[in-house]
């Protein structure tokens, strides 16, 4: 596994990916970028936290945009897949591609289909090697929790208790047709998880302590105490569109495009913030 980043660096990655989502969506046309906003934070933790065997599945794959900046940001995709994002023979698709030299190992397919792509590899890897078996994780938005095909996956994973799971629920409250509570309402998704054979955290989608906390105690879990362990999930509060004021939870952010105005303002607040991010990050150091 390649070092990994303390708290305060992810921080100051998570402001260049979403810098980077700006940048390399701008004059490709209508593009997902409020739903990469979102789960900037959950793929930047769990990226950085795997072993080499690991694997993340990005089930909302329409947030290939911020996967594609989470891996730039850190350090494992050079800035020029920015320039051939959503262009004619790219392999930097809108939806998530096939890509293993960069750990991407399955495009998405319909939204609803990673958590079984994920718990597939998780079963595998139990075969593979009883004793330490490699972790699978994956990102769900809380809109393709409609979908009845991933509740066949948790059901099998709670009952079995396939402890090297992981499900990241990236619960921005909003899907394509609006509000989720208007859509198809799920009160408690942590009382469903639980209910399911899960341990559940339920977090600040963009509190990175709070998330690297959660994570570790799942990627670097001591190979019996994970044998006796239940799958875990973790139900993350995240604002679709988040760092981009006019974004932040506006409906008609899930798909759109960037016109000059628009990426001008999106780029001098994302810039600004890091500004202050790095700002702080200075004067704590120096402290």
Known sequence: MSAVLQVEELKHRAALARIAIIKAGHNKGPLHFASSLSCVELMLTAMNLMA???LFFLSKGHASLGRLA???ALGKLDASWQEQFATNGSPFAVHTS???E???IAPTGSLGL?????LGHALGARLQNPHHPAKSCVLCGNGECNEGATYEAFLYAGAHRISNFCVLLDHNHMQLDGASAQVLPV???????RALGFTVHEVDGHDLHALEQCLRAFYQAEPQAQAEAAPLAIVAHTVRGKGVSFMENALQWHTGALDEQHYVQAL????????EQEQALSKRCGE
Do not use: K, N, R, T
């Open 102 to 104: 960069l750990g991407i």
């Open 187 to 193: 009160h408690d998704y942590a009382a469903l998880f």
């Open 98 to 100: 096939y890509l293993p």
């Open 52 to 54: 080499e065997d690991d």
């Open 70 to 72: 989470v891996l730039e």
């Open 268 to 275: 001098s607040e994302l810039e600004q913030a890091l500004c």
């Open 114 to 118: 990673g958590p079984s792509l994920a």
